[in-house]
């Protein structure tokens, strides 16, 4: 595989997001610029004077990356330069939360960029808090479990059927469990006209708190549990769908996690995790996730 | 060719001249007029260039941001609420040595809510990196534009510029006014070259994150970039006059100040009422002259302390405050003095906030009292001149 | 080494830190083992696992020891070693 994403980079030992990177830049290739927001992404790939990029990039402020690509679109169109790809990549808080406006902005004004979302559930960059992307139930350092608290009470925010709402016409989810299938998604976001949407599981060793070597299974468990359906909207449409063969129940993905310790400890846990339980199950009916 | 025309539409036709690549913009009255005529001049074939409508100030400023670090000539304008929503833009942009242009529509900040003109907004964002300058008039607006651009621009300075022209008074007047004639912009303005752009074939990272060991030095390189800045302007307003044969100083301009006792300080519209009011009180007899301020930033510290050497009072009139302290051009020019020699009584008046027109009576009235204090007579060195004390 | 104006930096330059200073546990690969499905140079984080004559091996200039390629080799094939240092 081509690597545009160098060795070097001062991502944590065990990092999903840099493997991400990588594969998106593989599918992507060298004709390919990236503009990032703030968070881990920047701030590991580019301590001055270096840089793990390979192609170009631009970082300006954490939730105007959208913006700053709709710009990079219109000037490169400008200058007749119609065949570069344009990417964001940046994490959920800076996607969920801060960017909303930004992102509702460029989708809505239809630019040729897609956006990449490395889901990893809270803002790991400050210190795991809670962002809107943060799942029913975890533990963060912002919602934090104790004797009055289970963790996060509300569910995850579904971005991905947000950007169908803006009328994306390339929307899909992806884990960097299954490499195939992500450069493949960012292979047809990138053949697909105007703007796209792609959201990447992407676990953090530190606020997720697992053991090392266990990143790529524990997203592979995410979508094994149907807590991470892999699926596809195109121009509206649910597209395709990954199936899973054998569903695993959510206790297997949740125990090997400290965000989720809690749950096996307190009380009330058995009772949160029929709640989480529920919430992949809703997922195997709304996608059809097991035949 | 002389025109009875609107301000921002004068200021639109302006900025097409300057031919840029991409404009980007967000509705703000009393800005709107700039951006509907801009996009008019797209609809009507005369401006080829990428117009972004977009979701928010910040979106606009943000889009310029990507835009320039690809080599795009870049325009926006703004005021106000609007202004401060781009706040962490403009600190990002003038960071990033990105030369893009804005007209500021100054307005009032609220709360309360008031759409009216003072220029509170701009002169709060005088630390964020950009130049400013200030327009008297319509005619010194559109004439900023392409001088903005060609200080923005130039290799040694690459630094944002921001045009302010006072809302409602200069934006919506109609007045004669020279539109610029393309040919002579264009020899003026050389087209936009940047030695570093994001391309693919030359694969950069722009905006890495800097630590404690260096960033000192990123924000000192921007000082003193403000700083060598000053002779640009200077130049910029002199290249102008060659061609257009328009002059209206360079970082600042004086009008009866050689022998002027009582020296008025100030920036913006309100120097055309202070003009008639020195023409009628220089035929009483009264020694009063005028400093105008065009560049606010980089601060015009040196010229100021030549030209007021020899005034016996300084009475500086402003549209800002600073909640907590004296306004903000009057401190600035306080400091710019207390290291020299001069010691003459320096007098601050804040008026014409939230759209208060400041009159004639205003404007006698302020002569008076720094006159009082030229004379030994004590006074508050800081006051609201216009200031309705029945109300409180 | 002068500041350049906007802080823009090469590209690739991180790779003058070897981030293999960092590492605890180092992976050894037994070469007998592998079936060359490259998923330890897919998976790898320091994109630092390449194909060197033919057989995959983590450039330990790079390499932090994750061991991300040891749990993720579907034949074993990595082992994670104590690394004396």
Known sequence: MQNLFAPGHRACAGCAMPTTVKLILDAAGPNTVVASPTGCLEVVSTPYPESAWMVPWVHSLFENASAVASGIEVALKRFGKTDINILVIGGDGSTLDIGMGCISGMFDRGHNVKYICYDNEAYMNTGVQRSSSTPYGTSTSTTPSGKASFGNPRPKKDMPAIAV?????????????????????????IATPGPAYLQVNAPCITGWNFEAGNTVELSRLSVETCLWPLYEYINGELASVKKIRSKKPVEEYLKVQGRYRHLFKSPDGAELIRKIQAIADANVKKFGLVD | MMKVIEGSHAVAHAVMCCRPDVISAYPITPQTHIVEHLSQLVADGKLNTEFLTVDSE???LSSLVGASVVGARCYSSTTSQGLALMWEVLYNSSGLRLPLVMTVANRALGAPLNIWNDQQDSVGARD???????????????????????????????????VCMDGFILTHVYEPVYLLEQDKVDSYLPPYRPAVV???????????????????????MQWDAQIRAKQ?????????????????????????????????????????????????????????????????RPFPAEALQKALKDASVIAVIEKDTTVGNQSAL????????????????????????????????????MVEISSRAKDGVAESDYQFLDLKKELL | MKLTIGAVVE???????????????????????????????????????HQVEGLFVPDLDYCKGCGI????????????ILEEK
């Open chain 2, 58 to 60: 910040f979106s606009a």
């Open chain 3, 11 to 49: 590209p690739g330059s991180t790779m003058v830190t070897k981030t293999g200073a960092w590492r605890t546990f180092a992976p050894v690969v037994d070469h007998k083992k592998c079936i060359k499905c490259s998923l330890c140079e897919i998976y790898c984080p320091e994109a630092c696992i």
């Open chain 2, 198 to 220: 994001l391309d693919t074939a030359n694969p950069k990272t722009f905006g890495a994150f800097v630590d404690p060991s260096k960033f000192t030095e990123y924000r000192y």
């Open chain 1, 165 to 189: 709402a803006h009328k994306v016409p390339y929307v899909a989810t992806a884990s960097v469990a299954y490499p195939v299938d992500l450069r493949n998604k960012v292979k047809k976001a």
């Open chain 2, 128 to 162: 964020s990196g950009w130049i400013q300058l200030y327009a008297e008039n319509v005619q010194e607006a559109v004439d900023m534009t392409p001088q903005a651009y060609k200080i923005a621009e130039d290799p040694d300075i690459l630094l944002p510029v921001m």
């Open chain 2, 330 to 365: 009057l401190t600035d020019l306080k400091a710019a003095l207390y290291n020299s020699k001069l010691r003459m009584p320096v007098l601050g008046f804040t008026a014409g906030l939230g759209g208060r027109d400041i009159t004639v009576t205003d404007i006698r009235k």
């Open chain 2, 232 to 296: 640009k302007i200077v130049d910029a307003a002199l290249d102008f006059q060659k061609i257009f044969g328009r002059y209206y100083g360079g970082l600042i301009d004086t009008y009866h100040a050689e022998d002027a006792e009582i020296m008025i300080v100030t920036m913006g519209s309100v120097i055309g009422t202070i003009r008639d009011c020195i023409d009628s009180m220089r035929a009483e007899g009264i020694k009063v002259g005028l400093t105008k301020i065009r560049s606010y």
């Open chain 3, 69 to 80: 390629c040891s749990h993720e080799c579907p034949r074993k094939a990595i082992t994670m």
